[in-house]
């Protein structure tokens, strides 16, 4: 679960949760939604933080990502269902996976196990938008 203790950022426009600042001795430590560090090494003064998040937004969520699981070889595509503070709902987009496309996976937040990483870049779920029922709650 993401710490009670990392505040919220909250875009202005329309009030969605766009990631955490943790607070440490110099500064703010910026986490994007899936709890990881956005940011360097270093803390920032905490209005920089802040903006960062805001500037970054939430467009990565809607990216394809790769996913280790323990029946496949390779990291297999999938893409973000759902996200909470407590877990990241992931469904399967990847026609070479032994499985059904829409497969459910679910990670506990933050996700530091490096299982799941970014896809290519700008790529974008393929398959899953002809399962009956994605993206309607």
């Known amino acids: 679960m993401i710490s009670t203790e990392w505040i919220s950022v909250i875009r202005p426009d329309d009030r969605e949760v766009v990631g955490y600042l943790e607070m440490v001795d110099d500064g703010f430590v910026p986490y994007d939604l899936l709890g990881r560090q956005v940011y360097g090494e270093t803390p920032l003064p905490y209005q ?34 759902e996200i909470s ?8 987009d990847d026609y070479q996976y032994g499985k059904a496309i829409g497969t459910p996976f679910s990670l506990e937040l933050p996700e530091n196990s490096g299982r799941l990483q970014p896809g290519a870049p700008g790529a974008t779920a393929r398959f899953i938008n002809a399962v009956p029922g994605y993206g309607k709650g």
């Open 85 to 92: 503070p407590e877990r990241v709902i992931l469904i399967s």
């Open 48 to 81: 920089e933080a802040e903006e960062l998040l805001i500037e970054r937004g939430l467009s990565y969520l809607a990216s394809r990502w790769k996913l280790e699981v323990e029946d496949a070889d390779e990291p297999i595509d999938v893409v973000i269902k």
